[in-house]
């Protein structure tokens, strides 16, 4: 391994922790042949729901010199978002990584400052970050940097972490001594996630039914209409869902954020059923115009509320 190679990937992790990032792994940028693969039977079976787009830019998906044009390295980058606070009783729950300001945002910003720090120490390389903003497998990339092995929930879980964290990507031309991967994941026996499902989204082999999974149908659905068999099956979830992360184990070990931006909207927090049945759509973009709630529209989210089986019960009453 040449000198160089480890001394800049050494460089790259110590301006990933500057930046906040709690940890940094790094892959050679290879064609995920494998991945490519699995994505494939799993669109096959149709379990990306309404969400055609995975259907598109399948090589950018799984070959990242489509991206970056002479790619050498995939560097992954993790950032935590386990909340301080927690929502009020009674209150519809909103997943975690939602609580505060919108993390495309302030990942994004994070990026660009950790590729100018990169070209000032190691000079005019080429690179491109990502979060949620690109066809690009993350979750892939960071189990192949050592950062931690892919859940049967389908979420990456980290040792040390848990999963209540933002993977972010960075793409680039530079060549840095590879991570090694986990030899094994750690999810043994343990199937709470699965059993914990109240759709039963969590399928053998680490599959997953997006098309009946909560956070699925309370952000990536456009139909007004949910299906007759998960009609009051979410569990008082009205944006995401965390269940599957909340029995898991590994997130014993789980920290608050350190990063104010991921502070939680007071409204959030407090807003009841009530709170939520009565907002208009004017209040709706005014309180959430810099949170990621906004993605699902206030018509997303009455409908959202109206799968709730005490909205439908207080609908009756009335």
């Not at 495309?104 to 690179?127: A, D, N, P, T």
């Not at 209040?283 to 989210?301: L, N, V």
Request: contains cysteine; aromatic residues 10%.
């Amino acid at each position: 391994m040449p000198l160089n190679m480890n001394k800049n990937a050494h460089l790259v992790k110590t301006i990933a922790e500057q930046l906040g990032f709690d940890q940094c792994g790094i892959a050679k940028a290879v064609r995920l042949d494998d991945d490519a693969r699995r994505l494939e039977k799993w669109l096959n079976k149709g379990f990306h729901g309404e969400m055609a787009y995975m259907e598109n830019h399948f090589e950018l998906r799984v070959d990242p010199s489509k991206l970056v044009p002479g790619a050498k390295s995939v560097i992954t980058l993790l950032y935590n978002y386990f909340p301080k606070q927690k929502q009020e009783e009674g209150s519809p729950n909103i997943a975690k990584y939602a609580f505060g300001k919108d993390y495309h945002e302030v990942i994004r910003e994070k990026l660009h400052s950790f590729l100018f720090l990169l070209r000032e120490s190691l000079g005019e390389i080429q690179g491109r970050g990502f979060v949620d903003s690109a066809p690009v497998l993350e979750r892939a990339w960071a189990e192949r940097s050592g950062l931690g092995w892919i859940g049967k929930n389908g979420n990456l879980i980290n040792t040390k972490k848990g999963s209540f964290f933002f993977i972010a990507t960075l793409i680039s031309d530079i060549e840095l001594e590879a991570d090694t991967p986990l030899k094994q994941d750690y999810c043994g026996t343990c199937n709470r996630c699965v059993e914990a499902c109240p759709t039963n989204a969590i399928l053998p082999e680490k599959a997953l039914d997006a098309s009946k999974c909560i956070s699925y149908f309370t952000i990536e659905m456009k139909s007004m209409e949910l299906k007759d068999e998960l009609k009051n099956k979410t569990a008082d979830w009205i944006f995401g869902c965390d269940i599957c992360q909340d029995v898991c184990p590994w997130n014993r070990f789980s920290k608050p954020t350190k990063e104010k931006n991921f502070d939680a909207i007071e409204e959030v927090l407090s807003f009841s059923f009530d709170d939520w049945k009565s907002l208009n759509k004017e209040s709706f973009k005014i309180i959430f115009k810099d949170s990621a709630i906004k993605r699902t529209k206030w018509e997303g989210m009455m409908r959202n509320i109206s799968y709730h089986s005490k909205s439908l019960i207080k609908e009756d009453e009335s």
